[in-house]
C-alpha cells in the first residue's frame, strides 16, 4: 500500500520561507515522477511542481525563481523550498506521486498540509 505523508507547513509572515517534505512508503519511489500541488479555498487544485525519475523539473509560472522541488531516492522523499513568500501561496500543498516516471495522472495523493502565509 502507497501511502505519502507530508510536512513542514505552517504560518509564516509574507516574505518568509518553509520547506515541505513528503515521505513516501510503499512503493519504488525513485522510479516515479513526483509533484506537488495545492488548493485554495474555493479554487480548483493546481499543480505547483513536478520532478521526474529522471530529474526534469517543471514549476508553475507564479512560482519559478522562488519555489524548488527536489528528491532524494536515498530517504524517498520529496522536497518543496519556498521562498519569498506571498499572502496567494496560501493554500493546502498535497503530494503525489505518479504511475510511471514522467506522469503524474493517476497516481497517489496525500494528506496534505496547510501553508499560511499572512502577517
Known amino acids: 500500500q502507497v501511502q505519502l505523508v507530508e510536512s513542514g507547513g505552517g504560518l509564516v509572515q509574507p516574505g518568509g520561507s518553509l520547506r515541505l517534505s513528503c515521505a513516501v512508503s510503499?512503493?519504488?519511489?525513485?522510479?516515479?515522477?513526483m509533484g506537488w500541488y495545492r488548493q485554495a479555498p474555493g479554487k480548483q487544485r493546481e499543480l505547483v511542481a513536478s520532478?521526474?525519475?529522471?530529474?526534469?523539473?517543471k514549476y508553475k509560472d507564479s512560482v519559478k525563481d522562488r519555489f524548488t522541488i527536489s528528491r532524494d531516492n536515498a530517504k524517498n522523499t520529496v522536497y518543496l523550498q519556498m521562498n519569498s513568500l506571498k499572502p496567494e501561496d496560501t493554500a493546502v500543498y498535497y503530494c503525489r506521486q505518479g504511475k510511471s516516471g514522467s506522469g503524474l495522472v493517476g497516481g497517489y495523493w496525500g494528506q496534505g498540509t496547510q501553508v499560511t502565509v499572512s502577517s
Open positions: 510503499g512503493s519504488i519511489f525513485s522510479i516515479y515522477a
Open positions: 520532478i521526474t525519475s529522471g530529474g526534469i523539473i
